[in-house]
């Protein structure tokens, strides 16, 4: 009887401390590789693309400070950095936004954008942007 109550009270101890624990609801980071991630980037990229104002593609280069909130779907928060291609007219970029296809023009300056884009893949309107500021 006393081993039960050891067992028991060494599975109780290792479900509250092995695993750091998330409010519900709340924010938590994640990797900016995130599979689950990237298309919620792609569609803030290419709706940066569709509110320029720019002759040339506004191709992403990199992501940082990713973070998800699971809801009815799931919000995801994070900047990115984007950077003029001068391969790819920005109509090329409005839906799909790939470094590789479009790469950055070198002489050109990077920026920033903070974004946050609730995502809700199963829906009519998969990805909905909630934040979208850009700066250089």
Known sequence: MTYFWFATLACVL??????????????HPIPSDDPHLQPSVN?????????????????????TN?????????????SMSLQESDKCRYSQCTT??????????PKAEAYWCDATVLAKPWTSIPYVI???????
């Open 66 to 78: 990713a973070s998800e909130k699971i809801v009815s779907g799931a919000v995801y928060a994070f």
């Open 96 to 105: 799909n936004v790939s470094s590789s296809d479009c790469p950055p023009n």
């Open 130 to 136: 909630q934040e979208l500021s850009c700066w250089q």
């Open 14 to 27: 290792m479900s509250t401390t092995a695993l750091p624990r998330q409010a519900p609801g709340s924010f």
């Open 43 to 63: 569609f803030a990229a290419a709706s940066v693309n569709q509110r320029c104002n720019c002759l040339f593609c506004q191709t992403l280069v990199a992501v």
